[in-house]
């Protein structure tokens, strides 16, 4: 079965620091990645998406993410954060050929600090 | 944003009673999701229609059961309510032009407490 694994489950940063999230998947087939993001109070929104090409993607607000298949990961990057940039961030992967269902990690929230 | 909404967006019930969820679209878009959300576990598939009349189980669907009468609307139903129901739920739609990689996109919310 599928599952999504985000590492880091609480993280706290200072204005204008870098980020990394993790994210890490369990299936041999192709997939599809995604990136959701949940502001205070807000529904969930695609940040991004990668289903194939290259492997640095990019999406909106300055996030990217880059899809290691060796190393089956999808990790988000932010090279400064801002203090709105506080949300909750969802890895998410469908399997390519599915019905569309999305395996969710379990979430990772962002609290950046002015 | 995509025109979803959900209703109610907030009940409180007690356990035992059968609640009903409902999920409208305008978007005309082809699939419907239910989700519930829960700390630690992040969003987990309850249901999903890839057509009026056509639905199919995700990985917690125990408990629950749905219709889908129209394009529209998706209903989700907890026929007797449990307080391991309590949880936020959440709607999604896709266009399922191409299934794997469409977005989708996410109601507002429904926050759902069974006492």
């Known amino acids: 079965a599928q599952s999504v694994s985000q590492h880091n489950h609480h993280v706290i940063l200072s204005e204008a620091a870098s980020l990394e999230l993790g994210c890490n998947y369990s299936?041999?087939?192709?997939?599809?990645l995604f990136w959701y993001v949940q502001y205070p109070g807000q529904h969930l929104q695609l940040l991004l998406k990668?289903?194939?090409?290259?492997?640095l993607v990019k999406g909106i607000k300055g996030f990217e993410a880059e899809f290691i298949k060796s190393k089956f990961s999808f990790n988000l990057r932010k090279p400064s954060v801002q203090w709105s940039d506080t949300a909750e961030y969802f890895c998410?992967?469908?399997?390519?050929?599915?019905?569309?269902?999305?395996?969710f990690g379990q979430g990772t929230t962002l609290q950046v600090k002015p | 944003d995509a025109g979803i909404t959900q209703s109610p967006r907030h009940k409180v019930t007690e356990t035992g009673t059968p609640v009903t969820l409902r999920c409208h679209q305008t978007e005309n878009h082809r699939y419907m999701y239910w989700y519930r959300q829960d700390p630690g576990h992040g969003l987990r598939l309850i249901h999903y229609?890839?057509?009026?009349?056509?639905?199919d189980k995700g990985e917690v669907s125990d408990g629950y059961s749905v219709s889908r009468s129209k394009t529209e609307d998706f209903l989700l139903t907890l026929e007797s309510a449990t307080s391991s129901q309590t949880s936020v739920y959440f709607c999604a739609i896709s266009p399922g032009q191409r299934i794997g990689t469409d977005t989708q996109y996410f109601g507002p919310g429904t926050r759902l407490t069974v006492l």
């Open positions: 990668y289903f194939s090409g290259d492997p």
């Open positions: 998410a992967v469908n399997a390519a050929g599915n019905t569309g269902k999305l395996i």
């Open positions: 229609s890839y057509g009026v009349k056509d639905t």
């Open positions: 299936y041999g087939g192709t997939v599809n």
